[in-house]
């Protein structure tokens, strides 16, 4: 069985402890591959190959020559992409379908917009007066904040972990990977394409394993590490936020969401359900910006309810290779606890299941896997704690609302602000909607829709700090003014 080693300055290395972690495919439960953990020593040898990797070739190339390599490996990801695709899709057990759509191009893309973006957005240069008349010009330069840790989740891992490594070498940084322990494949792939590119040794590093007490931790502790990006739960974000205050290191999260779509009478209401379900059912409901809250107004909510339903059970589960498949299932058994643990608290709870609820039934040879319904509930009070926590399932809950101002204050009503909808015809309402509601993105009949020039993250709970665009560079680079008295 093929093991899946720590890529460290730009060689493939197994653990001096030789302790190893299974790799289980969720869509039937067998192991794929055996994981090497990481322990203090290679989490270490990876974050010393990439601080000398700052002092080497990497940080002595021309803006061109390191934006060239880049666009070299968005175009090694497109030369092997049915590598990536397979890996990605066995590791998580997602569509090959969406994977090739989504996951796996903007692998790529992540390299290529960072490459051609950090080449051109200027810094900004003021001339200023002195008392003696000659003056002086203060430019900004752009320097790379060092060596950036980045911790990723399982959902997207190639998209998510690209969207911070891009723009991080992008902006002259070396980079220490840690990938969720469930999806550890396309991760140590890209080094081979990183090599193949041209990266010099040290500049990608990736090490496997577990977040508290082993590799993640282990990284998040090391004094050489100069920043920190992380995207994953609320909770972990606390706890690297700790971490990175020792010796004031700087950091982006992209935390949990709970997230409302609010969709009113004068919407098109075809748009809306359409929307509502890729929110709601997409990638099992793995997606930190999807829909778990959903307040319908009135006057449409039974038709709205209706029509979900029906469209919940006109979705085709089924594994990666399944070409008619629009929905996988869960990361993990583990994972599946809990997103089941939440359907049995809205029976609990008293809540109408509209559709779901359950584990489906899947031919044998997937009986193994993650499997879950998409579920609909209706009728739970605002403070179930289904309502309120992120489940990070294929699931909603429906609520209807009188008037604009009640639909706002529940959108506003939890301690999250990542990511809402807003479903109306009306665009007045819906640009009055938008600026007041908490969160850092707001869709307007749309959802998912990505410019990757935008600031991109979450208020309140669901994150400190913005990437995407200028925002990306601002956080992979210190900025340096340099005054010359004339
Ligand atoms: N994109 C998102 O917003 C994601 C949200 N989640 C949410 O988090 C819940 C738990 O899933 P997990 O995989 O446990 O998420 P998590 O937030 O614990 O894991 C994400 C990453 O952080 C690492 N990590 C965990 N603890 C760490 C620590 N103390 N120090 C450094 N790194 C650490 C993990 O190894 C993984 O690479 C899910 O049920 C879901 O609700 C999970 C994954 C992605
Ligand atoms: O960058 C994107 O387009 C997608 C981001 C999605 C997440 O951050 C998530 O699901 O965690």
Redesign the pocket.
Same mark, same amino acid.
């Given at each position: 069985m093929k093991d899946i080693k720590h890529y460290i300055n730009g060689h493939y290395v197994g653990s001096a402890s030789g302790k190893l972690f299974d790799n289980v495919n969720p869509a039937n439960g067998k192991v794929i591959s055996k994981v090497h953990e990481a322990g203090r020593e290679e989490v270490d040898a990876a974050v010393q190959a990439a601080k000398a990797a700052l002092r080497g070739p990497w940080g002595k190339m021309t803006l061109e020559q390191r934006t060239a390599i880049l666009h070299k490996v968005a175009d090694g990801i497109n030369a092997r992409f049915d590598e990536f695709l397979e890996a990605e899709c066995l590791d998580t057990g997602k569509p090959k379908s969406l994977a090739s759509h989504i996951d796996i191009p903007r692998g790529a893309a992540n390299f290529k917009v960072f490459a051609d973006m950090i080449k051109n957005v200027p810094t900004e240069s003021f001339e200023m007066p002195t008392p003696d008349g000659t003056g002086a010009l203060n430019y900004a330069v752009r320097r790379p904040k060092g060596v950036v840790g980045v911790i990723s989740?399982w959902? /997207?891992p190639l /998209? /998510?972990m690209t969207?911070k490594v891009g723009p991080a070498l992008a902006c002259g940084n070396t980079v220490v990977v840690k990938p969720s322990e469930e999806t550890p494949t396309t991760t140590a792939l890209l080094g081979e394409v990183m090599k193949d590119a041209g990266v010099p040794d040290g500049v990608y590093n990736v090490v496997h394993g577990f977040g508290g007490d082993s590799a993640g931790a282990y990284l998040t502790e090391h004094p050489l590490v100069d920043g920190f990006t992380f995207?994953g739960e609320t909770g972990t974000g606390e706890v690297i936020m700790k971490a990175a205050a020792k010796g004031i290191r700087d950091i982006s999260l992209?935390l949990g969401g709970k997230n409302a779509g609010l969709v009113f009478a004068d919407c098109d209401m075809d748009k809306a359900i359409e929307g509502t379900m890729r929110s709601a059912f997409a990638n099992c409901g793995q997606?930190? /910006?999807g829909t778990e809250r959903v307040y319908v107004e009135r006057s449409i909510f039974d038709e709205f309810v209706g029509r979900l339903k029906e469209a919940a059970e006109g979705l085709k589960i089924g594994p990666p290779d399944d070409a008619e498949a629009n929905m996988g299932p869960l990361v993990s058994l583990k994972h599946r606890e809990k997103v089941l643990s939440y359907y049995q608290k809205a029976v609990d709870d008293g809540a109408t299941v509209v559709t779901g609820g359950g584990v489906p039934d899947m031919p044998a040879e997937l009986a193994g896997g993650a499997w879950v319904q998409p579920t609909i509930w209706t009728g739970l009070a605002d403070d179930s704690a289904v309502v309120t926590d992120e489940i990070f399932g294929p699931c909603c809950h429906i609520r209807p609302f009188d008037t604009e101002e009640e639909a706002i204050q529940l959108a506003n009503s939890l301690p999250y602000g990542l990511a809402s909808a807003i479903w109306s015809e009306n665009i007045t309402r819906a640009h009055r909607v938008a600026g007041q509601i908490e969160a850092g993105i707001i869709w307007v009949n749309s959802w998912f829709l990505?410019d990757l020039r935008t600031p991109?993250g979450g208020s309140k709970q669901s994150g400190i700090g913005r990437e995407g665009g200028v925002h990306s560079l601002e956080f992979y680079t210190e900025m340096k003014n340099i005054c010359i008295k004339l």
């Open positions: 989740p959902n /997207l /998209l /998510l969207w995207t992209e997606v930190c /910006l990505r991109f």
